[in-house]
């Protein structure tokens, strides 16, 4: 019996945590994965943090140093006022906030159609979506290009907008399927019950799904927000207007100023900053996104 409860905690059990081999697997693993994490994911940002505090002397002196002589906190102020880097915030959550009310009310309403409505074709329309996932990316670029820049019929420029990306975010597959996914474990006789007292699909979906799935709605929109906090590609490709310029496109454009280079590293931790907060605020939703399921009724 004992054997059976410590084989539900993991592929090492307690017993075999009692054998040299087994603990010094586990142990090596441990190592591994530590010095993995501090050699790529910590150490590359505490370095573009303390390089940018340096003096430009500092930063081009052989040998290198980690710590800057002197800590001045006064310029990260200075380089947030020369910089304007508020019209870029700005510009960006603006865009960011777009896609996250785009992709919860349209993936969402597709995930509901495809989890309950199920309209005839849905199973085909579910099949198309999964082979839909396996076309590279490189593939849609340009025909999406093509389709924002004279979009067919309607003939409407969308360039120098954020409403080709709220679109692009709107049309993720893989929050579709999750959303299917979540919504088939809800229980079906609650659904039948609105029905009867005569609400309609659209009443469902908003006062018994969303309250029911708050979940999977808190999981893609701190993920879709995240993900469109960093965006390059789209927003250098789709906007030149300068006011409408996004905090990636503008760190780009930066190779091309006149700052130091201590100033652009201290650039890289202002963009750094909206992620670390969203995790540290979000940090069980984004953890528990992982293991998000359905609800069982």
Not at 10 to 19: C, E, H, P
Not at 28 to 36: D, F, K, S
Not at 214 to 227: C, D, E, K, Y
Not at 245 to 270: E, H, I, R
């Amino acid at each position: 019996m004992a054997d059976k409860r410590n084989m539900d905690k993991g592929v090492l059990t307690n017993i075999d945590m009692k054998r040299p081999r087994y603990k010094a697997l586990y142990w090596t693993m441990l190592a591994i994965l530590i010095i993995w994490s501090v050699g790529i994911c910590v150490f590359p940002v505490v370095w573009v943090m303390l390089t940018g505090f340096k003096t430009p002397q500092e930063m081009y002196a052989i040998p290198a140093t980690l710590f800057p002589e002197n800590f001045e906190l006064s310029k990260i102020v200075r380089v947030w006022n020369e910089m304007k880097f508020y019209k870029y915030y700005l510009s960006t959550f603006i865009m960011s906030a777009g896609a996250v009310v785009f992709t919860l009310v349209i993936c969402g309403l597709g995930g509901y159609v495809l989890s309950r409505l199920k309209p005839r074709g849905s199973k085909i329309v579910f099949a198309v979506f999964f082979w839909l996932m396996l076309m590279p990316g490189t593939m849609r670029t340009v025909p999406l290009y093509m389709t924002f820049k004279d979009f067919p019929y309607l003939h409407i420029n969308m360039l120098n907008s954020y409403l080709p990306i709220w679109l692009m975010a709107a049309a993720d597959i893989f929050n579709i399927i999750l959303f299917k996914n979540f919504f088939d474990g809800i229980s079906n006789q609650i659904l039948e019950a609105a029905r009867v007292d005569g609400a309609s699909n659209i009443r469902i979906f908003f006062q018994i799904i969303l309250p029911l799935s708050l979940p999977v709605f808190w999981t893609v929109a701190i993920f879709t927000f995240n993900g469109n906090f960093g965006q390059f590609f789209w927003p250098f490709l789709l906007i030149s207007e300068k006011e409408m310029t996004v905090l990636g496109v503008q760190l780009f454009n930066l190779k091309n100023s006149t700052f130091s280079m201590d100033y652009q590293m201290l650039a890289l931790l202002f963009a750094m900053i909206p992620q670390l907060i969203i995790f540290a605020v979000f940090q069980r939703q984004i953890i528990g996104g992982v293991n998000v399921g359905g609800v069982k009724g």
